[in-house]
């Protein structure tokens, strides 16, 4: 998950070094990146679900989503959002490939929903923000959260679908040798370790990729 790390500074990051004794106590380097999916809500209620990495800072979460996104638009109009804690990696394939109609239920403390499938959320207010042209940094304050079923520890599959997923959201700036690769490393600990839940999300992942394939395809022979 190389590419998931912050490496070195960023015009819109905030500056890398002390992360918060908190933090660190907790295991949380400043700079570390945790998957987890954000859900937001529209002016008109319309829920939103999309993966993110995400930073623990102090009390705070910190959020990039880039600039123009509905996440990132949704979070500035209400002013909150709620983030997800999930191993049910077909959620991350799910919205990477256009199946986004997860179960979510409401939450009580700020203007959104979760996830039904989240072990634990935490509900988020946007406490101040470092502006970006491409990619923000939303410093969201913990307003509450709840834990809702148990982890069970790591799964390479469920890892292996991430990664694929990130792959996946980033087809149409990768060489396909390159994408070609990874899946295929990535195989091997799918084959080894799936679920269900993973073969399910592992197949939609490499039914983008072949339908990303074939669209290009056609777009060059036309
Ligand atoms: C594992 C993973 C992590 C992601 N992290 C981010 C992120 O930190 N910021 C971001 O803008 N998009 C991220 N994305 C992509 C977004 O989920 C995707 O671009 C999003 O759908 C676009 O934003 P929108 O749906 O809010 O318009 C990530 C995708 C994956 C699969």
């Known amino acids: 998950m190389t590419d998931r790390v912050v490496e070195g500074p960023h015009p819109g990051l905030p500056p890398t070094g002390e992360g918060g004794v908190g933090a660190l106590r907790a295991g949380l380097g400043p700079d570390v990146i945790f998957e987890t999916v954000v859900t937001t809500v529209a002016a008109d209620g319309t829920p939103h679900i999309a993966p993110m990495g995400v930073r623990y800072r102090d009390d705070e979460v910190l959020l990039m989503p880039f600039k123009p996104s509905t996440t990132h638009a949704n979070i500035i ?24 109609a ?66 996946v959201s980033r087809l149409h700036m990768l060489a396909p040798q390159k994408v070609d690769g990874e899946m295929a490393y990535l195989q091997i600990a799918i084959d080894k370790t799936a679920s269900a839940h993973e073969h399910e999300a592992w197949g939609w992942l490499l039914d983008a990729v072949q339908r990303h394939r074939a669209a290009l395809a056609k777009g060059a022979a036309a």
Request: hydrophobic share 50%; with cysteine.
């Open 77 to 100: 109009a209400s002013g909150a959002a709620v983030l997800n804690i999930l191993t049910d990696t077909r959620v991350f394939a799910g919205c990477v490939t256009g199946r986004r």
């Open 102 to 167: 997860w179960p979510i239920q409401p939450v009580e403390h700020v203007n959104g929903v979760r996830l039904a499938c989240a072990l634990r959320h935490i509900e988020l207010r946007l406490a101040h923000q470092d502006d970006d042209a491409q990619r923000p940094v939303l410093h969201m304050a913990r307003v509450h959260a709840a834990t809702h079923a148990e982890f069970h520890g790591f799964n390479r599959a469920q890892a292996a679908v991430i990664e694929g997923a990130v792959l």
